[in-house]
């Protein structure tokens, strides 16, 4: 079944797309498994609560380690049991946030570790579609301060949003066939309408459970 991943800053909307893309999929008669990154599985819990803490800043190497590790266990515990199961998975974030947020941030060149781990971690389990939603940074920031649910990050004031946002488009650029830019300065039903263009032709392969 397919697999789609959800990319795009903090505050670009990512969370919205995620719930109302799960909706539209289940109104289809699709069964869906919603889940995210970093913190999708067990092991990801707890290394959401150490990348977010304000008093501790860990160096990029660390992060990737840690970030992978609990990816190891998200596609073994939840994703790939998932996809084996005939459901769709819809994750918000996954490897393309660790080539943004460590990788391309990094002063050392941590490419070739990025893709050792990534081949171990997540091996053919790739997303089909790659929706990397597309925001400027001072939108992204302003959508941040009105935000009132989900789960706090400190980390977030620390982060160089400019640099995270150029690597995702690097990741556009360079996987044309998976990667998808969507402008999501717009509102939150013309962004769904424009993902779920993406989406449909995926239904084609995936008769209805119900
Ligand atoms: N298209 C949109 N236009 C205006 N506000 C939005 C839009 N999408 C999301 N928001 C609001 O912006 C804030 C951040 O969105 P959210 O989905 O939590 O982003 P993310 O998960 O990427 O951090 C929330 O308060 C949300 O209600
Ligand atoms: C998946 C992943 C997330 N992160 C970071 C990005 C986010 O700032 C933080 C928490 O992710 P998330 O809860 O998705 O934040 P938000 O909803 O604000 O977009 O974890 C990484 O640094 N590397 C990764 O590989």
């Known amino acids: 079944m397919p697999f789609i991943s959800i990319e795009g800053i903090d505050g670009s909307g990512k969370t919205e797309q995620v719930k109302l893309l799960v909706e539209h999929l289940r109104s289809a008669g699709q069964s869906v498994l ?3 990154e970093p913190d999708g599985g067990q092991l990801g819990a707890e290394v959401r609560a150490i990348l977010t803490r304000p008093d501790r800043r860990l160096d ?3 992060q990737l380690l840690l970030v992978s590790a609990a990816r190891f266990d998200h596609v ?3 994703i790939r049991p998932a996809l ?7 994750s918000d974030r996954f490897i393309d946030s660790t080539y943004a947020f460590q990788v391309a941030v990094s002063d050392v060149d941590l490419h070739q570790l990025f893709r050792s781990t990534r081949d171990i971690v997540v091996g053919s389990t ?3 579609l790659t929706i990397i939603l597309d925001l400027p940074i001072e939108v992204a920031r302003n959508r941040r301060g009105q935000r009132h649910d989900g789960v706090a990050d400190p980390a977030e ?3 160089d949003f400019a640099a995270i946002q150029d690597a995702l488009l690097t990741v556009a650029l360079e996987n044309p066939r998976r990667c998808h830019l969507i402008d999501a300065d717009q509102s939150p039903s013309a962004v769904a309408r424009d993902i779920w263009q993406l989406v449909e032709p995926f239904l084609r392969d995936s008769p209805a459970t119900h």
Request: charged share 20%; no cysteine; proline share 9%.
């Open 34 to 36: 919603q889940t995210k």
């Open 60 to 62: 990029p190497v660390e």
């Open 76 to 78: 073994q515990s939840i």
């Open 84 to 90: 084996a199961n005939g459901q769709w998975v819809i």
């Open 126 to 128: 790739l997303p089909d």
């Open 157 to 159: 004031a620390t982060r």
